[in-house]
């Protein structure tokens, strides 16, 4: 860290510098809540965000079960198959039976869900590779690592955050 940076770097300082973080994530999210709302109702008009995300991580993980789906989203796994039933109502996704583990039944888009999904994301795509059309590799790489190790709770820089 420069001196100049030490000299400045009070309990205040650190505070503020948090709070605008923090306040700077809070329009990020707000800006994705936008998007996911925008995306779901594209999907099916009056689609909520909740079933959108459960939608885009079964597109994510290929197959997944009610189970993996309730663990990873940290939600009810009742509520979670509810929402599943509705996407498959809809024609968005299918099950089938494992073949290892008859008991298990790994969720997929059917075609119909892969076409929907795609169309709802279209407004969206590029426009990050637009937005960061003009930033330096080496700026888009540190935030990137950034990032990471901020998800990961660990200080940039260190092995554990690489």
């Known amino acids: 860290m420069p001196d100049a940076e030490r000299a400045s770097d009070t309990p205040e300082a650190r505070a503020a510098a948090v709070r605008a973080l923090e306040a700077e994530f809070g329009e990020l999210i707000t800006h994705f809540r936008r998007v996911i ?5 594209r999907v099916s008009p009056g689609m909520l965000p ?14 997944a079960t009610v189970s993996t789906l309730s663990e990873r989203m940290l939600m009810d796994k009742g509520q979670v198959s509810r929402t599943v039933r509705e996407l498959e109502e809809l024609g968005l996704v299918e099950r089938s039976t494992d073949p ?18 795609a169309a709802a994301r ?23 690592r950034l990032l990471h190790a901020l998800a990961a709770g660990v200080t940039p820089g260190s092995s554990a955050a690489e």
């Open 50 to 63: 909740g079933a959108y995300k459960i939608f885009t991580t079964i597109a994510r993980c290929e197959k």
């Open 122 to 144: 279209l407004p969206q795509e590029g426009r990050l590779l637009r937005t960061l059309e003009d930033w330096s590799l080496t700026d888009i790489g540190n935030l990137t």
């Open 37 to 41: 709302t925008e995306n779901a109702n």
């Open 100 to 117: 290892v583990d008859g008991r298990s039944f790994p969720l997929q888009l059917t075609p119909r869900g892969e076409e929907r999904l």
